[in-house]
């Protein structure tokens, strides 16, 4: 909503366009939702010592925006087949105003998401872009 405004140059005292302030209607009449969302963050399992940690980390893009997210997989050894899912983190960017390639949105999800790695026992890193799976593997560039 914002960049829209920025694009179409409205300055501080101008109306609104109603394309834009639709959206933010819609935006702030869902507001009152967010009050009853939660997410549990309570990352001390109690564990034996030979128990498992794994993080997975998950990134996506779309013409908008993009963003990861970190999460932990604890098996529970009382109850064999059975595993806690823990979230841990998340990061999220609105693209920039000039036009970029999906892949290139991708690739910024991804480099996100390997700035955000921490030592853990297992570390999964997903994307559904091969592209970006491909670069991943490639050597890094200077300046990338």
């Not at 909503?1 to 834009?20: A, C, E, K, R, S």
């Not at 819609?26 to 940690?53: G, H, Y």
């Not at 823990?86 to 000039?98: G, H, L, M, Q």
């Amino acid at each position: 909503m914002f960049q829209g405004l920025w694009v179409d140059n409205v300055l501080w005292d101008d109306p609104i366009p109603n394309i834009i302030l639709n959206s933010w209607e819609e935006f702030a009449s869902q507001a009152e939702l967010l009050k009853s969302f939660e997410i549990p963050r309570f990352l001390k399992v109690c564990m034996k010592v030979d128990s498992r940690i794994e993080m997975y980390g998950y990134c996506d893009g779309s013409l908008k925006a993009y963003s990861v997210v970190y999460f932990r997989i604890i098996p529970r050894k009382r109850d064999a087949g059975k595993v806690v899912i823990v979230f841990v983190s998340a990061k999220t960017r609105v693209n920039p105003i000039e036009p970029v390639t999906l892949h290139r949105i991708e690739l910024c999800s991804a480099s996100i998401l390997e700035a955000l790695l921490i030592q853990i026992n297992g570390i999964y890193l997903w994307s559904d872009s091969q592209i970006v799976l491909n670069c991943i593997h490639l050597p890094p560039k200077k300046g990338n």
